[in-house]
Every structure is written in C-alpha cells, then in structure tokens.
C-alpha cells in the first residue's frame, strides 16, 4: 500500500514562495505522480504532473512560469516549489501517485489511485 505524506504548506502572503514536499512509502511500480489543489467551492485541479522515469513534467496553465514540480528519488519525495503566489493559489494541496504505461500519458492523468491528506497553503493580498 502507498503512503503519501505531505508538507510545507503554510501561510504566506502575495508574491512569495513556499515548497511543498511529499514523502512516499510502499511503492510497488508507481511512476507518475502529481500534485492536485482544491480550494472551497472550487473543483479539484491537477497543478503539476511528472513521469518519475522519464522525467517528464506537466503543469495546469494558471501555474506555469511559477509552479516547478521534482523528485528526489533517493529520498522517494516529490516536491513543488511555488513562487509568486497569488492569492488564488490558496487552496488544499495534495500529491498523488499512480502508474501509466507510457511517460506521456502521465501528463494527462487526472484519475490516481493513491492520494496524501493535503496541506494547506494560504496567500493573502
């Protein structure tokens, strides 16, 4: 069973940065991962993606320039680094895990199997 632990959520105000971490466990054959947000009223948003063989990466629009999806495979953690915050990107952050059979199709996954709980980042104006 895949575990997933995330971290580094927090409280920040506009224009800064935050890194948000996610610590995996019990990994079978999973390789693809990402990071999801929810805000209240909002649909879930898949932000980041990333086929952790092939290093390719994928990211939602409203967060591309600013949003940096990695791995560290050593450490079996995923991370996002998040700069110039806005206060839209306030919202539950999650990290997902799940296997694809082709590196492209990772950027297209919405639907993962495994999920953390979430940690709150907060952007005030």
């Known amino acids: 069973q895949v575990q997933l632990v995330e971290s580094g959520g927090g409280s920040v105000q506009a224009g800064g940065s935050l890194i948000l971490s996610c610590a995996a466990s019990?990994?079978?054959?999973?390789?693809?991962m990402g990071w999801f947000r929810q805000a209240p009223g909002n649909k879930r948003e898949r932000v980041a993606a990333?086929?952790?063989?092939?290093?390719?990466?994928d990211y939602a629009d409203s967060v591309k320039g600013r949003f940096t999806i990695s791995q560290d495979n050593a450490k079996n953690t995923l991370y996002l680094q998040m700069n110039s915050l806005k206060p839209e990107d306030t919202a539950i952050y999650y990290c997902?895990?799940?296997?694809?059979?082709?590196?492209?199709?990772?950027?297209?996954?919405?639907?993962?199997?495994?999920w953390g709980q979430g940690t709150q980042v907060t952007v005030s104006s």
């Open positions: 997902a895990a799940d296997r694809v059979s082709y590196a492209y199709l990772c950027g297209r996954l919405r639907q993962y199997k495994y």
């Open positions: 019990g990994y079978t054959n999973e390789n693809c």
């Open positions: 990333i086929h952790t063989v092939g290093g390719n990466t």
